[in-house]
């Protein structure tokens, strides 16, 4: 069956590192989304791509990058993590604007 | 600005009953929603969508009913049952651009008491 994971589901990182969430779909859906999820802020929009060789910023995209160079896979990277990125983070994909969006478990990062 | 707002943020609902989860919008360019259902430790899945040319949209116990001039729309889950305990948010796209992919809002957490 085709299906969306995230890796790895847990990480703790001390603050100033680099690290990098990965997202690989079996769909092979052109859409992808990373998301984060906060107590009273509910999931905001990251980065986005719309297929091979193409991101977008979201609403909350600084200190954060990705990069798509397959249709499977958008890794998401934070450049020098900050506590304030302590987070769940939500990897989505979709056929189409007009299709549900199928998201990954989840990784839950916390920054030391 | 909150472009997708759920004014509730828990609602508690006796099983048998119907339970209504409500969303409001500001974003005229939103012409598709959805909303996706969400347990403890685990992502969002999928539940129900609507387009805009229509008012109504069933599948089994769960209607999602927009009132695009309100700028409104409202789940509704009959009868509510154990299993209907989770965080619902309710999301919207802009098919023709004019908002970043799925806008959501902050959630409603669904509490179905026996």
């Known amino acids: 069956d085709a299906e969306i994971t995230q890796s790895p589901r847990h990480k703790i990182t001390e603050t100033g590192r680099q690290v990098t969430l990965a997202c690989h779909q079996t769909?092979?859906?052109?859409?992808m989304f990373w998301y984060r999820q906060d107590l009273g802020h509910g999931l905001r929009l990251i980065h986005y791509?719309?297929?091979?060789?193409?991101?977008n910023k979201g609403e909350v995209s600084d200190g954060y990058s990705v990069s798509r160079s397959n249709t499977e896979d958008l890794p998401l990277t934070l450049e020098s993590a900050a506590s304030s990125q302590t987070s769940v983070y939500f990897c989505?994909?979709?056929?189409?604007?007009?299709?549900?969006?199928?998201f990954g478990q989840g990784t839950r990062l916390t920054v030391v | 600005d909150q472009q997708v707002k759920q004014n509730s943020p828990s609602l508690s609902v006796q099983e048998g009953r119907i339970s209504i989860l409500n969303c409001d919008y500001t974003?005229?360019?939103?012409?598709?929603f959805l909303w996706y259902k969400k347990y403890p430790a685990e992502g969002p899945t999928f539940l129900i969508s609507?387009?805009?040319?229509?008012d109504k949209n069933e599948d089994g116990r769960f209607t999602v009913f927009l009132n695009k001039s309100a700028k409104h729309l409202s789940l509704h889950i009959v009868p509510s049952q154990p299993g209907d305990s989770a965080v619902y948010f309710c999301?919207?796209?802009?098919?023709?651009?004019?908002?970043?992919?799925?806008?959501f809002g902050k959630g409603t957490h669904l509490i179905i008491q026996p």
């Open positions: 974003n005229s360019m939103f012409d598709y």
């Open positions: 769909w092979n859906h052109n859409n």
């Open positions: 791509s719309y297929g091979v060789q193409d991101t």
């Open positions: 999301a919207a796209s802009a098919t023709g651009g004019g908002a970043d992919g799925l806008t």
């Open positions: 989505a994909s979709s056929e189409s604007w007009v299709s549900e969006a199928f």
């Open positions: 609507i387009s805009s040319i229509k």
